[in-house]
């Protein structure tokens, strides 16, 4: 991902500036910058980086915090680049067109070649939408701005992420952005005698407030925005000044350090030795990745102040640079360095053929033989790509301009195609039987999209690719024992902190709609009578201090004479289903239910509409309903900018002034929570809404416990195709 090589002057391999004294010296420091040669450990920290990252999209469980590697990229890449800059800049040799021109050369050949071979596989292997959307992010991509289109769609965590063959190249895209901003900034700071330091970190504590302050009610956005991404790289900047203009000051520091520490313990060796310093920080930023790895997982918002791990541990170890015991058995052993050397391709190789991978198995996760084929397929390639790509681009004889030329030219036709293919209508011609690459389990994708589905009479359904719905509807193959396991403790471990706290839980199961309305499904398409969720709520009913609640059967029973309980072109249930469901629930744990009737509401186009893109898809009345309230509920709300927006709304308390209940209720929910809300808020005095339960069932025992006003309920609202 990173696209700098592991030394700023790209073309010897090493850190170059000569001894002088500049016109503009005094704008850095009065210290010439340090001549430094090539540093193998920061090819073998790219390496560390870079396969953190790669076996946690193939392992996830096995590395659950890989993903900080992408952190650790952005502090060297913010150092190497910057380094650069300030030495250009005092040396009077900076020029934008030099900057730009090593930029294409880096970073084009590689990504326009795994662009171009996707596209290619996509023909083959994607359906209509599937082929449409990589279409779009390779027009992104090639423009640097995917990670702006990702804001719009999904989390970096969600499962509909998997199957983004260009997902990764968001952190590409930050580096651009930053690389088109930086280096001006810079520039405009240096001609007008400011100080570059201060800059650097005013910029970068800027980026870090905005990470702080939005990560829990924004998380999608600052994770993909490079406004909150900035610090990071800049921290490498700040990294990179300090050890060009304060490196005999920070040598200085470090010898003190170390005789400090010497009149308390013998360490021998000459005056101003700074080894053990070394060695320390060396071993203390190894330390703080590995933690990072292992410790940190998708649970905790980030970047957030979490980001700080990788941050700390990557410049911890590029300044205790060579000497330090640590970096010359970890990182600059040959295996780490090679690694290092092939990591921007592999980076750009593994995760589109991870998730064509996925695509190809409709959606289930691959054999764990099939991932390990697939990183060795990556490296593979990722060697082949710098010795018959990159190297003869950047390095080979011939006309650097004409390279640079060319390398854009193929850039603008990779984006071009991209942007075509996203626009074009292949009404039915990208079928499953038209795809050259067969699918296993494709008899469970309906109609042109893996992810929709038309059904009968204007009704639209979720397609397979969500939470396999299609093959648990059918009842495909019941679920892992081991995964029933797992969400089974899971509410153990809630049940059983509540009952010490003599807190009852109950869990709201969302009927799926193809569940309530099989008679509108497409002809073909035959629900099994026994129920994939059956398999997760029988054991949970066995839970102590936990009530199952499933209201399927007073639904059914209801949906004849109510009228209809759920959307025809939306997934979740509408306000009259919602109410019902509320009923159900509230009889079961002995609540009030507020008096409510409903009115026919205008005809309402759901997020089927808009994730089917049938913009013309008629719209019918009968399934929107309006709530009409015997006593209107005085409310009011408290956000909690602590916690993260959901898929129902921002984590917030509902203080009801004239409640039906004086109880105190927590809700963890998914989407299915957003209809239902009104009747808790109308009900109880206080409504506590604390996140999504996928995150959450995790952390809510511990919150729980440690929480001074304890809930007098814990309600989870789950739909049904999650479990």
């Known amino acids: 991902m990173v696209e700098s090589d592991g030394s700023v002057d790209g073309e010897n391999g090493q850190v170059r500036s000569k001894d002088w004294r500049g016109r503009r010296a005094h704008n850095l420091s009065s210290a010439a910058p340090r001549t430094t040669d090539y540093r193998a450990e920061i090819d073998g920290l790219r390496a560390f980086a870079v396969l953190s990252v790669v076996l946690y999209h193939a392992f996830p469980a096995g590395l659950t915090g890989g993903f900080i590697g992408v952190d650790v990229f952005f502090v060297i890449s913010g150092y190497l680049i910057t380094s650069h800059i300030f030495?250009?800049?005092?040396?009077?040799?900076?020029s934008f067109a030099n900057f730009f021109g090593r930029r294409i050369r880096r970073i084009f050949p590689a990504l326009v070649l795994v662009m171009a071979v996707s596209v290619v596989f996509g023909w083959f292997a994607l359906l209509e939408e599937e082929f449409q959307q990589l279409g779009k992010h390779v027009a992104s991509g090639a423009a640097f701005i995917v990670n702006f289109i990702l804001v719009g769609e999904s989390g970096y965590f969600d499962a509909a992420a998997d199957t983004k063959p260009m997902l990764h190249l968001w952190s590409l895209a930050v580096e651009e952005q930053f690389y088109i901003v930086w280096p001006l900034v810079l520039w405009l700071a240096w001609r007008q005698r400011i100080n570059l330091l201060g800059i650097t970190l005013l910029v970068a504590v800027a980026s870090f407030y905005f990470n702080l302050r939005y990560v829990a009610t924004n998380p999608t956005g600052v994770f993909f925005w490079p406004y909150g991404r900035f610090w990071e790289l800049l921290s490498g900047s700040a990294l990179a000044w300090l050890m060009l203009?304060?490196?005999?000051?920070?040598?200085?520091?470090?010898?003190?350090?170390?005789?400090?520490?010497?009149?308390?313990?013998?360490?021998?060796?000459?005056?101003?030795?700074?080894?053990?310093?070394?060695?320390?920080?060396?071993?203390?930023?190894?330390?703080?990745?590995?933690?990072?790895?292992?410790?940190?997982?998708?649970?905790?918002?980030?970047?957030?102040?979490?980001?700080?791990?990788?941050?700390?541990?990557?410049?911890?170890?590029?300044?205790?640079?060579?000497?330090?015991?640590?970096?010359?058995?970890?990182?600059?052993?040959?295996v780490a360095v090679w690694f290092g050397l092939i990591s921007y391709p592999l980076y750009l190789w593994h995760w589109p053929i991870l998730s064509f991978l996925r695509i190809v198995e409709s959606g289930e996760t691959p054999h764990r033989d099939a991932r390990i084929a697939a990183v060795v397929l990556a490296i593979g390639l990722s060697w082949l790509t710098v010795r018959f790509v990159e190297r003869p681009l950047r390095f080979g004889r011939g006309n650097v301009r004409l390279k640079i030329t060319g390398l854009a030219g193929a850039m603008v036709c990779v984006g071009l195609a991209g942007l075509v293919i996203s626009r074009t209508d292949y009404a039915g011609t990208r079928t499953l039987d038209d795809l050259v690459i067969k699918r296993p389990g494709a008899e469970h994708i309906i109609g042109p999209s893996s992810r929709w589905y038309e059904g009968q009479e204007g009704w639209l359904f979720l397609g397979n690719s969500i939470d396999n719905t299609v093959a648990k509807l059918k009842l495909a193959s019941p679920p892992e024992p081991e995964d029933v396991d797992e969400k089974?403790?899971?509410?153990?471990?809630?049940?059983?902190?509540?009952?010490?706290?003599?807190?009852?839980?109950?869990?709201?199961?969302?009927?799926?709609?193809?569940?309530?309305?099989p008679e509108f499904l497409p002809e073909g398409v035959e629900p099994s009578e026994t129920r994939y969720v059956s398999y997760f709520t029988e054991p949970l009913k066995a839970v102590a201090n936990l009530v199952v609640v499933d209201p399927l059967e007073d639904l059914l029973q209801a949906k004849e004479e109510a009228g209809l309980l759920y959307y025809r072109t939306d997934t979740h249930w509408n306000d009259k289903g919602a109410f019902l469901a509320f009923s159900v629930l509230a009889e079961r744990m002995g609540w009030p239910v507020p008096r409510v009737s409903f009115e026919a509401g205008a005809?309402?186009?759901?997020?089927?509409?808009?994730?089917?893109?049938?913009?013309?898809?008629?719209?019918?009345?009968?399934?929107?309903?309006?709530?009409?309230?015997?006593?209107?509920?005085?409310?009011?709300v408290t956000p909690l900018p602590e916690q993260p927006t959901s898929s129902f709304g921002r984590a917030e308390i509902v203080s009801n002034a004239s409640p039906l209940s004086e109880k105190t209720v927590w809700i963890v929910g998914d989407s299915y929570t957003h209809a239902i809300r009104a009747f808790f808020d109308a009900t109880f005095r206080e409504v506590r809404y604390v996140g999504h339960w996928n995150s959450k069932l995790r952390t809510l025992p511990e919150e729980l416990l440690g929480a001074e006003k304890k809930p007098d309920a814990i309600v989870v609202v789950r739909v049904e195709r999650s479990f």
């Not at 030495?87 to 900076?94: C, P």
């Open 488 to 517: 089974l403790q899971l509410f153990a471990n809630l049940a059983g902190a509540a009952a010490r706290t003599d807190t009852p839980v109950a869990l709201l199961v969302g009927p799926n709609k193809s569940t309530i309305y």
């Open 87 to 94: 030495a250009s800049l005092d040396d009077g040799r900076f």
């Open 245 to 334: 203009y304060k490196r005999d000051a920070l040598d200085r520091a470090k010898a003190r350090i170390h005789a400090f520490i010497g009149r308390m313990i013998p360490l021998g060796g000459p005056a101003g030795q700074t080894a053990l310093v070394d060695h320390a920080m060396g071993l203390g930023g190894l330390c703080l990745l590995i933690y990072g790895f292992v410790g940190i997982t998708s649970d905790v918002p980030f970047p957030s102040a979490w980001a700080l791990v990788p941050v700390c541990g990557a410049i911890l170890i590029i300044a205790a640079g060579s000497a330090a015991w640590s970096n010359r058995i970890f990182m600059m052993n040959p």
């Open 603 to 636: 005809p309402y186009a759901g997020d089927l509409i808009t994730m089917s893109q049938l913009d013309d898809f008629p719209v019918a009345t009968g399934d929107n309903w309006q709530v009409e309230w015997a006593g209107e509920p005085e409310l009011n």
